[in-house]
């Protein structure tokens, strides 16, 4: 793939973005199961991906693989209709995810060390089972926030 501006109706199986500089508006959601993943390649400088559909989900294994390893590479921005982001079953994920209108529930994650590398910013958000979130500190100076800030906290322990 080329540097440039790309459209795509949805991502459904795997997709791998190895330019520099790639915007891509993905006109459906995003739903990726067993062990499919998007990649970004080392050669990867910023990835801005848009979603128009109403929800991104990944699950089975499924991953966004960040191979630079810098979430400040990866932005997913939520348009006003992305309203549900699911990550379940093991998903993987290192990057910023802008969606404010979005609920984002996070659970049944497996034995990797870290499920999410990033930031978040949604409307709300539910981890659930073995879910590792991890704020990357680079953000701070490289990327699109502040840190994380929650507007409001409700803890609910179960038996």
Same mark, same amino acid.
């Given at each position: 793939?080329?540097?440039?501006?790309?459209?795509?109706?949805?991502?459904?199986?795997?997709?791998?973005?190895?330019?520099?500089?790639?915007?891509?508006? *993905?006109?459906?959601? =995003?739903?990726?199961?067993?062990? /499919?993943? =998007?990649?970004?390649?080392?050669?990867?400088? %910023? *990835? /801005?991906?848009?979603?128009?559909?109403?929800?991104?989900?990944?699950?089975?294994?499924?991953?966004?693989?960040?191979?630079?390893?810098?979430?400040?590479?990866?932005?997913?921005?939520?348009?006003?209709?992305?309203?549900?982001?699911?990550? +379940? @079953?093991?998903?993987?994920?290192?990057?910023?995810?802008?969606?404010?209108?979005?609920?984002?529930?996070?659970? @049944?994650? @497996?034995?990797?060390?870290?499920?999410? *590398?990033?930031?978040? *910013?949604?409307? /709300?958000?539910?981890?659930?089972? !073995?879910?590792?979130? !991890?704020?990357?500190?680079?953000?701070? %100076?490289? +990327?699109? +926030?502040?840190?994380?800030?929650?507007?409001?906290?409700?803890?609910?322990?179960?038996?």
């Amino acid at each position: 793939t080329a540097s440039g501006n790309y459209a795509i109706y949805s991502i459904n199986n795997n997709f791998t973005i190895n330019a520099p500089y790639v915007t891509l508006f *993905v006109y459906s959601g =995003i739903s990726l199961s067993g062990n /499919s993943t =998007i990649t970004i390649g080392t050669n990867a400088s %910023r *990835v /801005s991906i848009y979603v128009a559909g109403s929800s991104i989900s990944l699950s089975g294994n499924a991953a966004v693989n960040n191979s630079t390893q810098n979430a400040a590479v990866l932005g997913i921005y939520g348009l006003p209709s992305l309203t549900s982001i699911n990550f +379940g @079953g093991n998903a993987a994920f290192n990057g910023t995810i802008y969606a404010p209108q979005a609920a984002f529930s996070f659970g @049944g994650g @497996g034995n990797n060390t870290y499920d999410f *590398v990033g930031a978040l *910013v949604a409307y /709300s958000c539910k981890l659930n089972g !073995h879910a590792n979130f !991890h704020y990357d500190e680079s953000l701070k %100076r490289d +990327g699109p +926030g502040i840190g994380y800030i929650p507007y409001s906290w409700t803890e609910i322990t179960g038996n």
